[in-house]
């Protein structure tokens, strides 16, 4: 196994002018991941789920969290598409990494798994709080849920959690409806509410709450009920993701492996809902799943093909724009129904819906509104789930030319009249004056 | 009326500008006759001062370099440039995507295309005869080329005026008067630079059409007219000022047919004209400011049929009633008229820029982005004297020797006198418009007065003045040896006299070149300053920033900046602003001035909504250069408040003072024009002997060192400082 690893770590040495293209727009699935761990037992307790990404396709390079020569860039080239941060108590991390160099990563565009648990470490929690997300304070605290609690718990201090409140989009956990509750045991978490960007995709049930098992409760816990996140994923604006746990355990076999039965429920499963979760989930942090791409804007007038450089008021103009989704393999044509175009010019005066033909483009055309300015065409798609799509294009909009406007118009006939017959009735009056005696 | 001169009168005036050309001429042209000995005088005098008005103007060149002056002045530019390389149908329907963003600006129907054109005509005109000059320098040269075109129109309405004489001086004066020289000097390329120059013609023209009663003349006054019309918005003043005078003629009895002809035919054409330059339109017959002069329009159909019916009934009787029904009546429906189209808003009501000229304090309490800008401050005495100096005083002389000979036409310029100097006290820019009148009734009074004393020496002093002068006058005046008991003194009074008037006038010319010199040949984008050895320093950190945004930013960027920087920004720097100093959209400024005196999250959020990508301040903490933007910061916190009521001005002051050391208030202090003015300036020592942060356009210690800049970061800064441009840095990228 040592040797696997590091022969696939030479070999992506020696490959790395090639792979550094691995990770692009055209295929924006992540290849080299790096799993920092704070004891390499976590490797085969871990197991399972190290070998679903392995199988997948990943190149996994397991490095202890504070090996020395520890690097997440050479040569100002990141050499990892991913991170998986499974070093819970790692005070330190070796080499040059510390939290801001975890954010620089995540603000480069790549992918990032933390796991916390119980008693995690300050660094931890800061890298966590600089993605949104901030672990209970106290460091001896849980997850209790006496009512949700998995029957396998043997301790019986119900710190066990069978969760089961999953976030409903199949962007980010699949197709297949996860049947079983996911098994749970670690640290709450709870949301910054000045952050938009991450999201609950694992909740605990209302009667939770977050409390040290093994002291009695001094004081009403901080935090309680559905404010308990125990899985968090955050995708920054441009697009990194990153899946928070609060829990270790979750990913390990012991608890994929078993069964569960969520207390006061008759239903009893042989497995654990853990596996398809960590999967799935997976699956859509290192963008085998819900990534999106877009062309360019396209737009024109109507019956041309050639983007002007400047339009006039009322002119009709078509739009389109081809977006399409990555399957982990390959590019297939985006197909929904809620992709919409502004036209904008500090609000938006145009505001449409984009019908798609089915193969990636869509398309509408409207009239410019009678207003002159400097637009934009602007399409903002953000999806649970799905990657942001953010364009936007500037056009100016002029008024008419002098020689734009309807020259005959019926209504200044009268006046058309009343300048020629002043000036037959000048003429009649100038003729009249001189030559009547 | 004052056209016929006698060669003495212009002989007399001869000697004062040039009085070696004098003797110069009289010894090598013996042959010559009186009369073309005058008229030789006269085009060389004229010609003499055409090349002085020009060379005077020509100081800012030498001092610094062939350069486009000031604000406004780039945008004329941009605008003559865009025109010379596109034509004019495209310069005609001009949408510039690039000031006023996100709104844009119909320059072609916003401007007064005057200037352009006339620039442009000169350039081609040049082109075809194969001078291949740069646009820049038809821009710079264009001002002083018209400056000496207005002194030929100051010289034939001086004639028309009063005689051939006051013509001359009023040609002099007007060349080198610094009230015309701070606007017209080379580089400053502003609409007035030709507008007085029309301004002066149009009035020539009319007045020369009352006294001769001519239509070609009336047609030339309208001609006139458009040409100031399509130049400046100053026609206000013509198109005000002309019915005024009619109106005063009518009252005072002199109504005649002259009259009748010059002004129908001037205000029909005029208007017709006028309304053919976009920016005018419909506004001529539909605006308040217009309407006087379509008053007195109607008035003179009615004098002229009332005239006509007196002459049909011939019964003083029947005709007094007659009179009292109509003049009731019409006046009757002319009220009802205006109040009607008031009331249905057919017609607008005046501007506030007209109603801060007739109320010099309407603009500080209603509208402060007028009240902001410096040459709309009330003048104040100082800058009449720098201005005017000597005219100062002969200007009520001037009006005296006008109304002892009250004509139509002395009328004409005593109206535009006292009007102009009303107005030039309101504003400060507009000692400009008074300056022709100041300059024309001066020259009158100069004119009069030395020919009185020269015709005194003459007629009974030939004796001392044989040798000098006339061999042929020596006879003559050899036999008329009789002697009055007052002839000494009076001669003696009259010698002192002329002396003290030469030497009064040479002080006014050594004053003028002075001022020109010293005070109106600054560029202002590039500042000069003395050193401590007197060497002179150029400051030219404007220019350095300007061409740093063209280099180094993306072509479609977006700057922020106060709006007096717009027009310089699109000029030079070629990049995209957010207002202008066409400030037609009070809105728009306003949120620019609320962004810049709001916390930096705050203003993030404007400046996001406007697509800022750099924002630029002028800071002059460095330099000591005193108009910068903390000093203008009060206005922007002025007109954002008017706007935005969230902005209130006493949260910048403290005790109603205005203050940036320790004693500021806590929102100046952390509001985002002093976040950028002094950010890092607390590390630098500006001046020995002082603490660090020591800011020396206000002399005081700033009271935030330790500024934090959040969601903007330092881009660039001029080395003296005097220009500082951030770039907006892009939302977070996790949160």
Not at chain 1, 69 to 76: D, I, N
Not at chain 1, 102 to 126: C, E, K, M, Q, W
Not at chain 2, 521 to 533: F, N, T, W, Y
Not at chain 2, 644 to 656: C, T
Request: glycine share 6%; net charge neutral; aromatic share 14%.
């Amino acid at each position: 196994m040592m040797n696997l690893s590091r022969s696939v770590a030479l070999i992506s040495l020696f490959l790395l002018p090639l792979l550094s293209f691995s990770f692009s727009v055209d295929n924006p699935t992540d290849r080299r991941v790096l799993v920092l761990l704070d004891d390499l037992s976590l490797k085969s307790s871990h197991s399972i789920f190290f070998n679903t990404l392995k199988s997948r396709g990943f190149d996994l390079d397991f490095k202890l969290a504070d090996d020395s020569k520890l690097a997440l860039q050479r040569y100002g080239q990141y050499l990892y598409d991913g991170l998986i941060i499974f070093a819970p108590s790692t005070e330190r991390l070796g080499g040059s990494l510390d939290s801001k160099s975890i954010a620089d990563f995540v603000d480069s565009g790549r992918d990032l798994i933390l796991s916390a648990d119980t008693s995690a470490s300050d660094l931890i929690r800061g890298i966590a709080t600089e993605c949104g997300v901030d672990f209970d304070e106290d460091s001896t605290a849980m997850v209790i849920d006496h009512t949700s609690f998995s029957v396998s718990d043997v301790d019986g201090d119900h710190t066990l959690i069978a969760a089961d409140d999953l976030v409903k989009s199949d962007v980010i956990l699949g197709k297949t409806k996860i049947e079983a509750p996911v098994l749970f045991r670690g640290v709450a978490h709870s949301l910054n509410p000045t952050n938009n960007l991450v999201l609950k995709v694992l909740s605990a049930s209302p009667s939770a709450y977050s409390a040290n098992p093994s002291s009695k409760l001094s004081s009403p816990p901080q935090l309680t009920g559905s404010a308990i996140s125990l899985v968090s994923v955050m995708q920054a604006r441009n697009n990194a993701r990153v899946v928070i746990s609060g829990s270790l355990q979750l990913f390990s076999d012991r608890l994929i492996r078993s069964g569960v039965q969520k207390a006061g429920s008759p239903n009893q499963y042989e497995k654990s809902g853990n596996e398809q979760f960590v999967t799935e989930l997976s699956k859509w942090v290192f963008h085998e799943r819900g990534h999106l791409k877009a062309g360019s804007l396209v737009h024109h007038r109507v019956g041309e093909t050639d983007e002007p450089a400047i339009y006039r008021i009322k002119d009709d103009l078509e739009f389109s724009v081809e977006i399409y989704e990555w399957s982990g393999k390959s590019w297939e044509p985006y197909v929904a129904n809620d992709v919409q175009v502004q036209f904008y010019m500090m609000s938006p005066y145009v505001l449409k819906t984009l019908s798609t033909d089915k193969k990636g483009l869509f398309h509408t055309s409207f009239k410019v509104p009678d207003v002159y300015g400097v637009f934009q065409f602007k399409v903002e798609y953000e999806k649970l789930g799905y990657s942001t799509l953010s364009l936007s294009k500037q056009i100016p909009v002029r008024p008419y030319r002098h020689n734009e406007y309807e020259r005959f118009i019926p209504t200044a006939y009268p006046y058309y009249g009343a300048c020629f017959t002043t000036m037959a009735g000048f003429f009649v009056f100038s003729f009249v004056y001189l030559y009547h005696k | 009326m004052g056209g016929k001169s006698e060669p003495a009168k212009s002989e007399s005036m001869a000697t004062k500008p040039d009085l070696l050309n004098t003797s110069f001429f009289s010894f090598k042209s013996l042959k010559l006759k009186t009369k073309q000995q005058e008229l030789l005088l006269r085009i060389s005098i004229l010609g003499l001062v055409y090349i002085l008005a020009f060379i005077a103007r020509l100081f800012s060149v030498l001092r610094y370099e062939s350069m486009i002056h000031e604000f406004d002045p780039y945008f004329n530019y941009r605008t003559t440039l865009f025109l010379t390389e596109k034509g004019f149908y495209e310069f005609w329907n001009w949408f510039d995507s690039e000031s006023w963003y996100p709104l844009g600006r119909i320059i072609g129907g916003t401007l007064y295309p005057g200037l352009m054109v006339t620039a442009a005509l000169i350039y081609w005109t040049l082109r075809f005869l194969r001078f291949f000059v740069h646009i820049r320098e038809v821009c710079v040269l264009t001002a002083p080329f018209f400056a000496s075109n207005t002194t030929l129109v100051a010289y034939f309405f001086g004639k028309e005026l009063w005689d051939t004489g006051a013509g001359l001086v009023a040609a002099v004066l007007i060349a080198i008067c610094p009230g015309y020289i701070s606007r017209s000097v080379a580089g400053s390329y502003d609409n007035e630079a030709v507008a007085i120059f029309a301004l002066l013609l149009t009035f020539y023209l009319f007045v020369k059409a009352v006294n001769t009663g001519s239509l070609a003349w009336a047609l030339a006054s309208a001609f006139g007219y458009f040409y100031m019309v399509s130049a400046w918005g100053g026609y206000v003043f013509i198109i005000n000022l002309v019915p005024l005078y009619v109106l005063v003629l009518l009252i005072t009895g002199r109504y005649s047919m002259r009259l009748y002809i010059a002004y129908n035919c001037m205000y029909i054409l005029g208007m017709l004209l006028a309304m053919q330059i976009r920016f005018v339109g419909f506004q001529h017959v539909q605006s308040g400011e217009h309407m006087g002069a379509m008053g007195v329009f109607l008035l003179m159909q009615v004098f002229y049929f009332l005239d006509w019916v007196k002459y049909q009934l011939n019964d003083t009787k029947l005709f007094q009633t007659f009179l009292r029904i109509t003049v009731t009546s019409a006046i009757l429906v002319g009220g009802v008229a205006v109040g009607v189209g008031t009331a249905s808003g057919y017609i607008s009501p005046w501007t506030g820029r007209f109603y801060s000229l007739l109320d010099p304090t309407y603009a500080k309490d209603h509208i402060p982005i007028i009240a902001s800008v410096s040459e709309h401050q009330p003048t104040a005495w100082s800058s009449f004297m720098f201005d005017y100096h000597i005219l100062l005083f002969l200007f009520p002389a001037g009006l005296y020797f006008c109304f002892k000979r009250l004509t139509d036409a002395t009328i004409f310029i005593v109206m535009y006198g006292l009007t102009s100097l009303y107005f030039a006290g309101v504003m400060v820019r507009l000692i400009l418009v008074a300056t022709p009148a100041v300059c024309l009734i001066s020259a009158i009074a100069v004119s009069a007065t030395i020919k009185n004393l020269t015709s005194l020496l003459r007629t009974k002093q030939k004796v001392s003045q044989t040798g000098s002068t006339k061999g042929a006058g020596s006879s003559k005046a050899s036999s008329k040896v009789t002697l009055d008991q007052s002839q000494p003194f009076q001669k003696n009074g009259a010698i002192a006299l002329l002396v003290g008037v030469f030497y009064l006038l040479s002080r006014y010319a050594i004053h003028c070149t002075w001022v020109t010199a010293e005070a109106y040949s600054s560029p202002s984008i590039v500042l000069a300053a003395r050193g401590a050895h007197g060497n002179r320093i150029i400051f030219d950190d404007y220019r350095e920033a300007y061409y740093w945004l063209r280099q180094n930013t993306a072509t479609d960027a977006k700057i922020m900046s106060w709006w007096d920087y717009g027009y310089q920004i699109t000029a030079m720097g070629n990049r995209t602003v957010i207002v202008d100093n066409n400030t037609w959209n009070n809105t728009h400024i306003a949120t620019v001035g609320r962004a810049m005196s709001s916390y930096e999250d705050e203003a993030y959020d404007i400046m996001r909504s406007l697509d800022v990508n750099y924002v630029l301040v002028v800071f002059g903490g460095v330099t000591g250069y005193s108009s910068d933007d903390i000093n203008k910061f009060l206005w922007m916190v002025r007109i954002g408040g008017g706007v935005f009521p969230v902005i209130k001005e006493p949260d910048y002051l403290v005790n109603g003072e205005f203050r940036v050391d320790k004693g500021a208030s806590p929102k100046m202090l952390n509001c985002l024009m002093y976040k950028l003015c002094y950010y890092r300036f607390g590390e630098l020592t500006t001046e020995y002997g002082k603490p660090p942060g020591y800011d020396r356009a206000r002399g005081v210690e700033i009271g935030n060192k330790d500024i934090k800049l959040e969601h903007l970061e330092e881009a660039y800064t001029t080395s003296n400082w005097i220009v500082r441009i951030y770039r907006v840095k892009p939302p977070t990228n996790r949160l």
